[in-house]
């Protein structure tokens, strides 16, 4: 059986060469993931806070489920197309995420369940700071992973908005149309803004 040997100095360079070849590749990728999503969020927040604050109904908040649209689109895009090679980074990142949007789906469906119990309609105030959590997290382990310190805690921001939120909620507070469109504005910190540094970052990669 034939074994290769690599010195010490050899495998830190092979180590070296893999992650920062990864790294440049999930730029490119997650970058533009990150803007599909967080456009799509500002944009829906603009809409849902316009409509429930000129109509009273607070049932417009249903429109957020459009949410999920860019990941059933890319999903569907990039379901033929495997990639050569799978790094670790890679799937650690795409792990990340896919705990993240199961947290989404557990979570809709605990108050969905809770509230049928209780005969209690479903509330989407809930699901706003619990939604920015959810991405800040999701973010900010990106950022770890990639050692990027903007993505890292950029996401903060968001977090505080969350904070916010579910102490509003805790002191009886009414969930204003505002409370949408901070939503909205908070995804600046959670996907557009990492996802415009992650996309200049490829190109002066590519460049070099």
């Given at each position: 059986?034939?074994?290769?040997?690599?010195?010490?100095?050899?495998?830190?360079?092979?180590?070296?060469?893999?992650?920062?070849?990864?790294?440049?590749?999930?730029?490119?990728?997650s970058?533009?993931?990150?803007?599909?999503?967080?456009?799509?969020?500002?944009?829906?927040?603009?809409?849902?806070?316009?409509?429930?604050?000129?109509?009273?109904?607070?049932?417009?908040?249903?429109?957020?489920?459009?949410?999920?649209?860019?990941s059933?689109?890319?999903?569907?895009?990039?379901a033929?197309?495997?990639?050569?090679?799978?790094?670790?980074?890679?799937?650690?990142?795409?792990?990340?995420?896919?705990?993240?949007?199961?947290?989404?789906?557990?979570?809709?469906?605990?108050?969905?369940?809770?509230?049928?119990?209780?005969?209690?309609?479903?509330?989407f105030?809930?699901?706003?700071?619990?939604s920015?959590?959810?991405?800040?997290?999701?973010?900010?382990?990106?950022?770890?992973?990639?050692?990027?310190?903007?993505?890292?805690?950029?996401?903060?921001?968001?977090?505080?908005?969350?904070?916010?939120m579910?102490?509003?909620?805790?002191?009886?507070?009414?969930?204003?149309?505002?409370?949408?469109?901070?939503f909205?504005?908070?995804?600046?910190?959670?996907?557009?803004?990492?996802?415009h540094?992650?996309?200049?970052?490829?190109?002066?990669?590519?460049?070099?």
């Open positions: 059986m034939n074994s290769n040997n690599f010195s010490e100095k050899e495998s830190l360079e092979l180590i070296s060469q893999m992650l920062q070849q990864t790294k440049q590749s999930l730029e490119v990728g970058g533009n993931q990150f803007l599909y999503h967080g456009y799509t969020a500002l944009v829906l927040s603009v809409v849902i806070s316009a409509l429930i604050h000129t109509t009273g109904n607070p049932a417009w908040a249903a429109l957020w489920f459009l949410m999920f649209l860019p059933i689109l890319i999903h569907f895009k990039t033929h197309q495997k990639p050569a090679v799978v790094t670790y980074m890679e799937k650690a990142i795409h792990n990340t995420w896919a705990v993240i949007g199961s947290l989404f789906g557990l979570t809709v469906a605990a108050l969905l369940l809770i509230g049928f119990l209780r005969g209690l309609i479903f509330d105030g809930l699901m706003l700071p619990l920015l959590i959810y991405c800040s997290i999701g973010t900010s382990i990106t950022g770890v992973i990639l050692k990027d310190r903007a993505l890292t805690y950029l996401p903060l921001v968001a977090f505080l908005v969350a904070v916010y579910l102490v509003a909620l805790v002191a009886r507070q009414d969930i204003t149309p505002m409370w949408h469109l901070w909205g504005l908070s995804f600046l910190f959670i996907m557009i803004i990492p996802g540094l992650l996309n200049k970052k490829s190109e002066s990669c590519s460049k070099n």
